[in-house]
């Protein structure tokens, strides 16, 4: 009942110069992804979005059971939905239920709970996980590293429109059950996250902040 094995046929080797080389261009690209929160309304074509998909779709996941779904919004009704709903979770959270310590860990990126990018954005992808699996007669199945699966899933999506020239933003409203309903998702689904993807506004700003060094996030032994 297992899968066929068959030759890796897939792998590239690079000589280790060239080795060297790709992997110092591939930081020197990445590390220019900013998180941005002001989108152009510019549109951006459906092809690009597919191929990203379908580069989240090849991540490594608990046990090939992919526990994931991407349910992509660029219908203006169903954003307008989604704005006013994120907005009176994040009303509610900014206002009563972020404890003190939070608002100050966020305070110097100024955010509020005004999300108009929501409806701006050509798109809005949103990332579910699938905590348990379901068989057409409605059983069950149990599903393994859900959570990292799709972490992995999402962070090589945003990979990807980083590498097609998109950009994008990270939007966690808490709870978010409310994305089930609007887009008519099944209970086994969670919402991941809210992510928003187009051009940026012009003349968009960014904080100034600086990442950790490689001293700080890794050790070797
Ligand atoms: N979801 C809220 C609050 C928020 C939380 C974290 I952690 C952030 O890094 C940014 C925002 C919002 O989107 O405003």
């Known amino acids: 009942m297992g ?17 060297k080389q790709r992997a110092a261009s591939f930081y020197e ?8 929160r002001e ?4 549109p951006v074509p459906r092809e690009i979005i597919e191929h990203c998909l379908l580069a989240a779709g090849t991540a490594p996941n608990g046990a090939n059971q992919q526990p994931w779904h991407f349910a992509v ?14 907005e009176s979770e994040e009303r509610e959270f900014y206002q009563n239920r972020a404890p003190d310590e939070w608002l100050e860990a966020l305070a110097p990126l100024g955010t509020d709970e005004h999300k108009p990018f929501i409806e701006i954005a050509p798109y809005l992808i949103i990332i579910f996980a699938q905590s348990y699996g379901l068989t057409p007669e409605g059983e069950k199945i149990k599903h393994y590293y859900s959570q990292e699966s799709v972490g992995i899933a999402t962070g090589m999506l945003i990979t990807a429109l980083h590498n097609a020239g998109l950009a994008t933003l990270t939007h966690t409203p808490s709870p978010m ?4 309903e609007i887009l008519n998702r099944p209970v ?24 950790k060094s490689l001293d700080e996030i890794a050790t070797f032994t």
């Open 3 to 19: 899968y066929d094995f068959v030759p890796l046929s897939t792998y590239q080797e690079y000589p280790v110069e060239e080795m």
């Open 29 to 36: 690209n990445i590390k220019r992804r900013r998180t941005i």
């Open 39 to 42: 989108f152009s309304d510019r």
């Open 73 to 86: 919004v660029s219908n203006p009704e169903k954003k307008r939905e989604i704005r006013e709903a994120a």
């Open 177 to 180: 059950n409310f994305l089930n």
């Open 188 to 211: 086994n689904e969670k919402p991941f996250l809210n992510l928003v993807v187009g051009y940026p506004a012009e003349g968009v700003q960014v904080p100034d902040l600086s990442k």
